[in-house]
């Protein structure tokens, strides 16, 4: 399905999905494909945003600032910067180890730099980000898994989504 203001895709899971889909059935398999690769083009469709964050992240920081005295703007982004090159080689060692790395022309809008300034929120908020792209993107993918399919997931965070943002 599809968000009617954004456009975004989601996927809704009927509840005899495990009985017409079972696990390990190439009915299954080719599901789980399609949103192995929706997961991966909505990750392109992100990549001239400046950070990618998890969401507990900003919620932190969000919190934080609502708390305090400080009046804003504050940047709560994720200055952990990574080429898209290591961004698609986290991709793919987390959701799929076969899909394949295309290179092509960065376009005319693409940022060159992609690391905020949060010294201001680490001084006066004392907050900064504790999720790495590396640890936060499997996260976000076993959350996922969870909702649609139902896997069991161990010690995850219901807040398991990425989220990219700018300025508050």
């Not at 009927?14 to 079972?22: C, E, L, Q, T």
């Not at 950070?51 to 609502?66: H, I, N, P, R």
């Amino acid at each position: 399905m599809v968000t009617e203001k954004h456009g975004v895709e989601f996927f809704v899971k009927s509840s005899n999905f495990d009985v017409r889909y079972p696990l390990g059935s190439p009915a299954r398999a080719e599901i789980e494909n399609s949103i192995k690769k929706g997961a991966v083009d909505s990750l392109w469709r992100w990549q001239a945003n400046p950070s990618f964050q998890y969401v507990s992240d900003l919620v932190e920081g969000l919190m934080k600032l609502m708390e305090g005295e400080h009046v804003g703007p504050f940047n709560l982004g994720n200055p952990g910067e990574f080429t898209m090159l290591e961004l698609a080689q986290v991709v793919q060692e987390t959701i799929d180890p076969n899909a394949k790395i295309e290179f092509r022309p960065n376009t005319e809008d693409d940022p060159h730099k992609r690391k905020p300034d949060i010294s201001k929120a680490k001084d006066l908020l004392g907050w900064e980000p504790t999720v790495s792209l590396r640890k936060g993107l499997p996260l976000m993918v076993s959350d996922f898994r969870q909702r649609i399919f139902g896997d069991s997931k161990d010690d995850i965070s219901t807040a398991a989504v990425l989220s990219t943002t700018t300025t508050v």
